[in-house]
C-alpha cells in the first residue's frame, strides 16, 4: 500500500514540474512583449511625463493627450484636471469612436515606475523579471493582474474602432505562466 502510494507520488512528479524549455520561454517572452509595447498599454504607461499618450489613434506617433491634460503626481489628474472629468467610472462602456475611454474602475496612469513607454524587449523584460520594479510581483501577481485588470481587459477590447494587441488577457497570461516557468529567459 504504501509502495503504491509513493510510486503513484513519483509518478505525479513530471507531470506537475512540466519541462519548459528557454527557447519556449523567450517565444512567450515576445508574444508578451507585442502586447505590452503595443500603444493600449503604453499610452498610460509613460512614467514621469505626466501627460498620457494618444499614440495609435490617428494623431501620428509621438502624439501626446490634447486639452492640456496632466495625471499630476496624484496620477488621477486630481491637481488640475481629474481623469473622471472625461473618463467617466461607469460599467457600461463608451465605445464610440475617439470618445473617452470608460472602465468600471477609476481612470489613471500607473505609478510611474511602471513606465515601459518606447522601451525596446530587453529593457520591458529586465522591468518586468524584476519585482522592485514591477509593482512588487512575482509571476503569480502577474497573472493575477493580466487576468484581473480592467485596465488591461479594456486594452484588448477597446472598441471606437482602436487596434488592439494580439491575444487576450487569457493568453497572454498564460505565456507570462510559460515565461516564467522557463526562469523569465529576456534573449
Ligand atoms: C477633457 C476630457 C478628458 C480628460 C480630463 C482626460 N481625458 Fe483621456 N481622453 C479623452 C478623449 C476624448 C480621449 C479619446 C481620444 C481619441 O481616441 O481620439 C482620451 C483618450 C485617452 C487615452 C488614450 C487611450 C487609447 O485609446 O489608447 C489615455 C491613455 C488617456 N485618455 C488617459 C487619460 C488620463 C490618465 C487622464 C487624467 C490624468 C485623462 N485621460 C483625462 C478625454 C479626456
Ligand atoms: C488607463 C491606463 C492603463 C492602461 C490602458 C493599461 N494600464 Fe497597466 N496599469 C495601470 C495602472 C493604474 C496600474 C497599477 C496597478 C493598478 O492600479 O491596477 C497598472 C499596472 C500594470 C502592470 C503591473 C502589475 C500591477 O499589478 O501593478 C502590468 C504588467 C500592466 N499594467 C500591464 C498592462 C498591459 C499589458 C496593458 C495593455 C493591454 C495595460 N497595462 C494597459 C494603468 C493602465
Known amino acids: 500500500m504504501r509502495g503504491a502510494l509513493f510510486a503513484l507520488i513519483i509518478a505525479g512528479v513530471p507531470a506537475m514540474a512540466q519541462e519548459v524549455t528557454r527557447e519556449e520561454g523567450l517565444a512567450a517572452w515576445e508574444r508578451i512583449y507585442a502586447v505590452a509595447s503595443h500603444p493600449r498599454c503604453t499610452n498610460c504607461h509613460v512614467g514621469a511625463q505626466e501627460e498620457p499618450m494618444w499614440e495609435g489613434l490617428s494623431y501620428g506617433a509621438g502624439a501626446v493627450h490634447r486639452m492640456g491634460v496632466k495625471s499630476g503626481e496624484s496620477r488621477i489628474g486630481a491637481e488640475s484636471m481629474p481623469c ?53 510581483h512575482d509571476i503569480a501577481g502577474l497573472v493575477d493582474h493580466l487576468t484581473s485588470s480592467p485596465f488591461v481587459a479594456w486594452g484588448f477590447a477597446p472598441g471606437g474602432g482602436r487596434s488592439a494587441p494580439p491575444g487576450t488577457p487569457a493568453e497572454m497570461a498564460r505565456d507570462v505562466e510559460t515565461w516564467g516557468a522557463a526562469g523569465m529567459p529576456c534573449g
Open 84 to 136: 473622471r472629468t472625461c473618463h467617466v467610472t461607469a460599467v457600461g462602456r463608451e465605445t464610440a469612436p475617439h470618445a473617452p475611454a470608460q472602465i468600471d474602475d477609476a481612470w489613471r496612469l500607473p505609478p510611474v515606475e511602471l513606465d515601459w513607454l518606447g522601451e525596446d524587449s530587453a529593457a520591458v523584460c529586465a522591468q518586468l523579471r524584476d519585482p522592485e520594479r514591477n509593482d512588487g
